[in-house]
């Protein structure tokens, strides 16, 4: 068992309207740079952006313009469902790099990226581009039955997105891409579907009759990816359910599950980022507790490869 401990409540010193909590309460997807901590939710339009050395509520940043329902349901049927979120080293007009952020795909609404350029000291720079999801999916929905794409990590020229299955279609998956073409097809006003590279389908095994099922990832340096997963009893990728199981894993560049191991509780992660200490991978996570007045949390684990 990993022992995990938590840091902090994921509070935010504004909402994005009076009548939301002061705090993210889905937390998807997670990126370090420097000492800044960058979170997407995926029932927000906003990016949150805490702080590594400090406690103080964190702050959000636009990605897509509009307004959200307060009421639960309507809510989920609207939401972009930001699920990924990645660093993009430096490329053409992002000199300093960038962070995207991607909705799973899996309703017809949840298919934007938000692009975001960042400063020399990580910090963003700048609106953010809102960019169309539309050249990468098509071919994905004729791949997966119940596409929900949940984490993405960049490794050289290859863009990864992590494919999560569910209790109904235990379908994982590692896909793979072309960085640049991925990038330049975004940012084109026209562009023909984009396939991808490979598809190399991953199993994770059960508890309880329910399978582990991918939540995110991170990049090491030797190309070796670190990711969450959870069991969480659903029968597909809309609804919630109970989470009995959470783990992290590490798979290899060519997609070999080298390992995984199950957390000590059951927490709902979404997120997770990996620092490199010897042998020893220092890790944070984020939280979904599928729940509006529940704050996420940021927890800390360590792992040894």
Same mark, same amino acid.
């Given at each position: 068992?990993?022992? #995990?401990?938590?840091? +902090?409540?994921?509070n935010?010193?504004?909402a994005a ?7 993210l ?13 960058? #979170? ?7 990016? %949150? ?9 964190? +702050? ?5 313009e @509009? ?7 309507a ?7 930001? &699920?990924?979120l990645? $660093?993009?080293?430096?490329? &053409? ?15 017809p609404n949840?298919?934007?990226?938000a692009?975001? =350029? ?5 910090t #963003? ?10 050249? !990468?999916?098509?071919p994905?929905?004729?791949a ?9 990590v960049?490794?050289?020229?290859e ?5 999560r299955?569910?209790? @109904? ?14 990038? =330049? =097809?975004?940012?084109?006003?026209k562009? /023909?579907p984009?396939?991808?590279? =490979? !598809?190399? +389908? ?7 009759g ?6 995110d ?14 069991? *969480?009893?659903? *029968?597909?990728?809309?609804r ?7 783990? !992290?894993g ?7 599950? $080298?390992?995984? *191991?199950? $957390? ?6 979404? %997120?997770?980022?990996?620092? &490199?200490?010897?042998? +020893? ?6 939280? /979904?507790?599928?729940?509006?007045e529940?704050?996420a949390v940021?927890?800390?684990?360590? !792992?040894?490869?």
């Amino acid at each position: 068992m990993i022992n #995990v401990t938590e840091i +902090r409540a994921l509070n935010i010193a504004a909402a994005a309207s009076t009548k939301r909590p002061l705090h993210l309460s889905a937390a998807s997807g997670l990126v370090c740079v420097g000492s800044t901590i960058y #979170v997407v939710a995926d029932d927000e339009l906003h990016l %949150g952006v805490f702080s590594k050395n400090s406690p103080d509520p964190g +702050r959000l940043v636009r990605l897509f313009e @509009g307004v959200l329902p307060d009421k639960k349901a309507a809510r989920k049927r609207m939401k972009p469902d930001l &699920e990924a979120l990645t $660093l993009v080293p430096a490329f &053409e007009n992002f000199p300093h790099g960038a962070l995207l952020a991607l909705g799973s795909g899996s309703r017809p609404n949840r298919g934007r990226v938000a692009l975001v =350029a960042l400063d020399r000291d990580g910090t #963003v720079l700048g609106p953010p581009r809102e960019l169309d999801m539309s050249p !990468i999916l098509r071919p994905l929905h004729e791949a997966f039955d119940e596409l929900n794409i949940e984490g993405a990590v960049i490794i050289g020229d290859e863009l990864r997105l992590f494919q999560r299955g569910n209790k @109904g279609q235990a379908n994982n998956a590692i896909i793979s891409y072309s960085v640049w073409q991925v990038l =330049a =097809a975004l940012q084109s006003a026209k562009t /023909d579907p984009i396939r991808p590279s =490979a !598809i190399n +389908r991953i199993s994770l095994g059960y508890i309880a009759g329910v399978p582990f099922c991918l939540t995110d990832a991170t990049a090491l340096a030797n190309g070796d990816m670190v990711f969450c997963a959870v069991a *969480e009893d659903t *029968e597909n990728a809309y609804r919630d359910g109970p989470c009995i199981g959470a783990a !992290i894993g590490i798979v290899s560049h060519d997609g070999q599950l $080298l390992g995984m *191991e199950q $957390l000590d509780r059951p927490h709902k992660v979404e %997120g997770i980022s990996a620092h &490199e200490n010897g042998d +020893r991978l220092d890790i944070l996570l984020v939280t /979904d507790p599928d729940d509006a007045e529940i704050s996420a949390v940021l927890l800390s684990a360590s !792992i040894v490869r």
